[in-house]
């Protein structure tokens, strides 16, 4: 018998033939039924690793991980969907696969902000209605090409994103405290430096926001913030739901002091159906998909179980999180 690792999501009988084909034979791979809370405490109680994609890993869940050894996070955003506060604590390592995000998510940053200039989703609907909106909609409806893009956060996949706006004509700023580029690189990706986050949120024309939610970005985007923004601005979110005050910018779409937002995350997912932003036409909402092609998910998974196996070999692991010291 291998190393028993847990894979961590619910999912498909096709997704779990996909698991089986792709993990080393020295991994016993335990998947999940219903992802009822029983079932994931006895699961966890079962293996010396997990794989975690988009269902949370908690503190629960690593207190009944007796075995526990190493975790593996299917993506990047592990902040708020592992209990890495406990791993730091009990020093279980816990590692990303950056690989096969990026282009997914730069992609769809672009398709949704194209989506809610041009009000697609909206306009899509009525046809299937009998309602043939071709005048109404051109006054709400805008060029993506000319546009001022301001990039929150400009590491891996906000660069990416800008790459690709640049093709489309636009021209942008960024801000990330830990990220300048040398001008050579602005020039090729036609963007260059917001001097504070209050600067950029005042001149671009299309907000995106591509960073992960901490204690300091929590709310990142709230009712001050939204505030600066120009009028008329779109806000595009493919990071994390809980950068965004969703009431304030449910009020600002209501108002029509922003043209329009394109979410695929929200902080509490899946949001309920009486959501306020849900509601709202000038709204664009995916179901946190924008990495979740089969290429992309194939080149993570296949990364996630070579790292889990590559440690239980005493071989390098890549891409380990420096968890912050445990508190108390």
Request: no cysteine; proline share 6%.
């Amino acid at each position: 018998m291998g190393h028993r690792v847990a894979y961590w999501s619910v999912g498909t009988p096709e997704l779990y033939a996909l698991l089986r084909r792709l993990a080393p034979p020295e991994l016993d791979l335990l998947t999940l039924g219903t992802g009822e809370e029983a079932e994931r405490l006895a699961l966890a109680a079962e293996v010396e690793a997990v794989v975690v994609a988009a269902s949370p890993f908690t503190e629960a869940h690593l207190a009944a991980a007796r075995r526990l050894r190493f975790v593996q996070h299917q993506g990047v955003g592990w902040e708020d969907t592992v209990a890495w506060q406990g791993l730091a604590a009990r020093g279980i390592p816990l590692a990303t696969t950056p690989q096969g995000t990026t282009l997914p998510v730069a992609e769809m940053t672009v398709l949704l902000a194209l989506a809610a200039l041009r009000r697609l989703p909206f306009a899509d609907a009525e046809l299937r209605r009998g309602r043939w909106h071709v005048n109404a909609l051109r006054p709400v409806s805008r060029n993506l090409a000319g546009r001022v893009v301001g990039y929150v956060g400009f590491g891996r996949i906000g660069r990416a994103a800008a790459e690709r706006f640049a093709a489309f004509g636009t021209t942008g700023l960024y801000f990330d405290p830990g990220v300048t580029l040398a001008p050579a690189e602005e020039a090729r990706l036609k963007v260059r430096r917001a001097a504070s986050l209050e600067a950029l949120l005042a001149a671009a024309e299309i907000v995106t926001l591509h960073l992960p939610v901490t204690a300091e970005t929590r709310h990142l985007i709230d009712a001050a913030a939204i505030a600066r923004m120009r009028p008329g601005a779109v806000l595009v979110n493919t990071a994390r739901g809980g950068l965004v005050d969703e009431a304030a910018l449910a009020g600002a779409l209501r108002e029509g002091r922003l043209l329009a937002a394109a979410l695929d995350v929200f902080e509490a997912e899946p949001p309920p159906s009486d959501h306020p932003l849900l509601g709202l036409p000038n709204v664009v909402v995916t179901p946190h998909i924008s990495a979740g092609t089969l290429d992309a998910f194939e080149e993570k998974l296949s990364a996630a179980l070579a790292n889990v196996a590559a440690f239980f070999a005493g071989a390098e692991v890549a891409n380990l999180v420096r968890l912050p010291a445990a508190v108390g």
